[in-house]
């Protein structure tokens, strides 16, 4: 599985952005997706989750309210739709996919991961 990010950029507080990862094969619809950022001299941190179908999702409390993570399998696509965004906010963004069922917060459960976008909030 290959995972190809894009739609980072610089923003000020309060825009929007909407990332998007693009997916080889035809198993994405079976996966887990994730969304995880990174800040420089931070640990990568959970953003958001969705199971294979869209109906379950899970977001880090940092960001509830303000980002919606949603897919479309058919377009083997899983997006981020970032509102309200804050300096804080800053950080690489990566997409991940973890091929089991269970929707989980956690980075090492994922096995393929994108090579990150990244997403600057000024003040």
């Known amino acids: 599985v290959q995972l190809q990010a894009s739609g980072g950029g610089l923003v000020q507080a309060g825009g929007s952005l909407r990332l998007s990862c693009a997916a080889s094969g035809r198993a994405f619809s079976r996966y887990v997706m994730g969304w995880f950022r990174q800040a420089p001299g931070k640990e990568r941190e959970f953003v958001a989750a969705i199971n294979w179908s869209g109906g379950s999702t899970y977001y880090a409390d940092s960001v509830k309210g303000r980002f919606t993570i949603s897919r479309d399998n058919a377009k083997n696509t899983v997006y981020l739709q970032m509102n309200s965004l804050k300096p804080e906010d800053t950080a690489v963004y990566y997409c991940?996919?973890?091929?089991?069922?269970?929707?989980?917060?956690?980075?090492?459960?994922?096995?393929?991961w994108g090579q990150g976008t990244q997403v600057t909030v000024s003040s």
């Open positions: 991940a996919a973890d091929t089991s069922y269970s929707i989980s917060r956690r980075a090492n459960e994922y096995e393929y």
